[in-house]
T-cell receptor
């Protein structure tokens, strides 16, 4: 059971570089989410999607972009990395609003 | 705005004790509440999901209750073991077809340590 898979697990970026965090799920879930987790700050929603082709901003979208071309994949793009984007990023999915959310193992990103 | 609070931030108990973790939320208009476990450096593992119409859910030694009217949920862990040591997070999903209604709002978590 793969569930929600995130790649890479770790990454160090230089200021101004760009990268894409990959997320894929094999449960045919409609809803997908990107969260970031900072020490002592809890999880904050960056972007979410309710289905292929439909995305919307969460609480902290600035500096990020997403796309949802398929049900399975929900990549998160950082265009110009900044130190404030140093964090652990989690992707999650759920079938509907009423069902359990499943999380990936996270990507630990450091911007130096 | 929905706010979720977990108290205490950290808890340390001897092995074998029964314990209760608390979660409170400010807006009772929720779809459901979910409890997660997070081990250091790892992702979140779902423990229990309680729908707004339910009062409690059980899984093994875990029992979660929900009192929407008072904005509270508790996670009861029976006969605690060192392997239960982790951070426990609760999250609520808001009700309504509005922007952001689909998101989970998380508490800060309770870091639990079970001492052998």
């Amino acid at each position: 059971n793969a569930g929600v898979t995130q790649t890479p697990k770790f990454r160090i970026l230089k200021i101004g570089q760009s990268m894409t965090l990959q997320c894929t799920q094999d449960m045919n879930h409609n809803y997908m989410y990107w969260y970031r987790q900072d020490p002592g700050m809890g999880l904050k929603l960056i972007y979410y999607s309710v289905g292929a082709g439909i995305t919307d901003k969460g609480e902290v979208p600035n500096g990020y972009n997403v796309s949802r071309s398929t049900t399975e994949d929900f990549p998160l793009r950082l265009e110009l990395a900044a130190p404030s984007q140093t964090s652990v990023y989690f992707c999650a999915s759920s079938q509907t609003m009423n069902t359990e959310a499943f999380f990936g193992q996270g990507t630990r990103l450091t911007v130096v | 705005k929905q706010e979720v609070t977990q108290i205490p931030a950290a808890l340390s108990v001897p092995e074998g004790e029964n314990l209760v973790l608390n979660c409170s939320f400010t807006d009772s208009a929720i779809y459901n509440l979910q409890w997660f476990r997070q081990d250091p450096g790892k992702g979140l593992t779902s423990l229990l999901l309680i729908q707004s119409s339910q009062r409690e859910q059980t899984s093994g030694r875990l029992n979660a209750s929900l009192d929407k009217s008072s904005g509270r949920s508790t996670l009861y862990i029976a006969a605690s073991q060192p392997g239960d040591s982790a951070t426990y997070l609760c999250a609520v999903r808001r009700y309504g077809i509005i922007q952001g209604a689909q998101k989970l709002v998380f508490g800060q978590g309770t870091r639990l340590t079970i001492n052998p």
